[in-house]
Antibody, heavy 120, light 110 residues
Framework: QVQLQQSGPGLVRPSQTLSLTCVIS??????????WNWIRQSPSRGLEWLGR?????????GYAESVKSRITINPDPSKNQFSLQMNSVTPEDTAVYYC??????????WGQGTLVTVSS | QSVLTQAPSASGTPGQRVTISCSGSASNIGRNTMSWFQQLPGTAPKLLIY???QRPSGVPDRFSGSKSGTSASLAISGLQSEDEADYYCAAWDGSLNGWVFGGGTKLTVL
């Protein structure tokens, strides 16, 4: 059974950097069949895919155009986890953030979600 | 504004059959498989249907999915009170190179 356990602060100041980590159990971040995604959800923007990292002979990443200039998703095989960093946050980045596995093209396992509020 | 289009609400009475629709375009639903998620209040979305019409283990066969062209549907038969939730459609978009979602349909069991 795959489990994704998220951690990170629930409050970030405007213009600062949002950092979240997702620890994987029951699978490997280096899996040839999986990709590791970050998705957020807010009342104003709904569900929004932010980006992903995956290993296919080498590490790959892909980001949504809307946040591409501000985010980095990094795998950490030594800890079997991956992370999200989003810089220059504004109140519009307030949302519940989820880490999600995609396996053979399906978003099948979700983390518990982290409410991140951007406020001074 | 979500890339995939869903009606914001739907309703039905216990035992009824309800259908939730999702429309997209050639770059997402037209070219890739469809997924549906159920989200109960305060919880993460749960995969309900994948690969257009497949159910993960544990999902009742009351839930079924279909796809035609650039549209897809989720049908729930024998509606139960615990089916009251938000339902989202999703697909990979080959033009955007990312996952896209519907805005969600809030299902009320009357």
């Amino acid at each position: 059974q795959v489990q994704l356990q998220q951690s990170g602060p629930g409050l970030v100041r405007p213009s600062q950097t949002l950092s979240l980590t997702c620890v994987i159990s029951g699978d490997s971040v280096s899996s040839d069949n999986a990709a590791w995604n970050w998705i957020r959800q807010s009342p104003s923007r709904g569900l929004e895919w932010l980006g992903r990292t995956f290993y296919r002979s080498k590490w790959n990443t892909g980001y949504a155009e809307s946040v591409k200039s501000r985010i980095t998703i990094n795998p950490d095989p030594s800890k079997n986890q991956f992370s999200l960093q989003m810089n220059s946050v504004t109140p519009e980045d307030t949302a519940v953030y989820y880490c999600v596995r995609s396996y053979n093209g399906d978003l099948d396992y979700w983390g518990q979600g982290t409410l991140v509020t951007v406020s001074s | 504004q979500s890339v995939l289009t869903q009606a914001p609400s739907a309703s039905g009475t216990p035992g009824q059959r309800v259908t939730i629709s999702c429309s997209g375009s050639a770059s997402n639903i037209g070219r890739n498989t469809m997924s549906w998620f159920q989200q109960l209040p305060g919880t993460a979305p749960k995969l309900l249907i994948y690969n257009n019409n497949q159910r993960p283990s544990g999902v009742p066969d009351r839930f079924s999915g279909s796809k035609s062209g650039t549209s897809a549907s989720l049908a729930i038969s024998g509606l139960q009170s615990e089916d009251e939730a938000d339902y989202y459609c999703a697909a990979w978009d080959g033009s955007l190179n990312g996952w896209v979602f519907g805005g969600g349909t809030k299902l009320t069991v009357l």
